[in-house]
T-cell receptor, first 110, second 117 residues
Framework: QKEVEQNSGPLSVPEGAIASLNCTYSDRGSQSFFWYRQYSGKSPELIMF????GDKEDGRFTAQLNKASQYVSLLIRDSQPSDSATYLC??????????FGKGTSLLVTP | GAGVSQTPSNKVTEKGKYVELRCDPISGHTALYWYRQSLGQGPEFLIY????????DSGLPNDRFFAVRPEGSVSTLKIQRTERGDSAVYLC???????????????FGEGSRLTVL
């Protein structure tokens, strides 16, 4: 079974700190990796995607991928209360569907 | 509108009834997905359409679930003989590109919350 694992949290960080969100996946054939943000009662929205090993930066967000360890992470620098949401890791295998983890709840406290 | 539109936003039904949920994707998006999200869980893949055809229906839980997209735009998810365990938010998403090479940027609708009493 192709699984995507995330710590459900909640992860609490103070405003201005770095939030680190982690995800592991079971299928070594996975090709691309995504982070979605979901506010309570709302639909998911894409933050970042990454295909290659290493880091990818976009503003305050950095995605990190290590295919050997089957591990992908999202770092949020200078965390803001508006970043408080559930962060969903999603993995695409060889097919069409994205497989999502359960999500990690992030709370940024002022 | 510019986004993915789903109707109804809320549906309450009784066990055993038939339900239809509708999705109108972003204009020009050829790929359409249905997901189901239960409380505290991530979205669970149900079915993927490329154009009018279902390219991957491996996520449909059983034969009570069926989806169509007859003209390659609007899609309807149909649930027969609903059960209490079907209660969830049903999310529709569309994407510009099709196939395994797509970026994976799915644009989600706000969902249809189904409650089966």
């Amino acid at each position: 079974q192709k699984e995507v694992e995330q710590n459900s949290g909640p992860l609490s960080v103070p405003e201005g700190a770095i939030a680190s969100l982690n995800c592991t996946y079971s299928d070594r054939g996975s090709q691309s990796f995504f982070w979605y943000r979901q506010y309570s009662g709302k639909s998911p929205e894409l933050i970042m995607f990454i295909y290659s090993n290493g880091d990818k930066e976009d503003g305050r967000f950095t995605a990190q991928l290590n295919k050997a360890s089957q591990y992908v992470s999202l770092l949020i620098r200078d965390s803001q209360p508006s970043d408080s949401a559930t962060y969903l890791c999603a993995v695409k295998h060889s097919g069409y569907a994205l497989n999502f983890g359960k999500g990690t709840s992030l709370l940024v406290t002022p | 509108g510019a986004g993915v539109s789903q109707t109804p936003s809320n549906k309450v039904t009784e066990k055993g009834k038939y339900v239809e949920l509708r999705c109108d994707p972003i204009s020009g998006h050829t790929a359409l997905y249905w997901y189901r999200q239960s409380l505290g869980q991530g979205p669970e893949f149900l079915i993927y359409f490329q154009g009018t055809g279902a390219a991957d229906d491996s996520g449909l839980p059983n034969d009570r679930f069926f989806a169509v997209r007859p003209e390659g735009s609007v899609s309807t998810l149909k649930i027969q003989r609903t059960e209490r365990g079907d209660s969830a938010v049903y999310l529709c998403a569309s994407s510009r590109k099709a196939g395994p090479a797509e970026t994976g940027e799915l644009f989600f609708g706000e969902g249809s919350r189904l409650t089966v009493l």
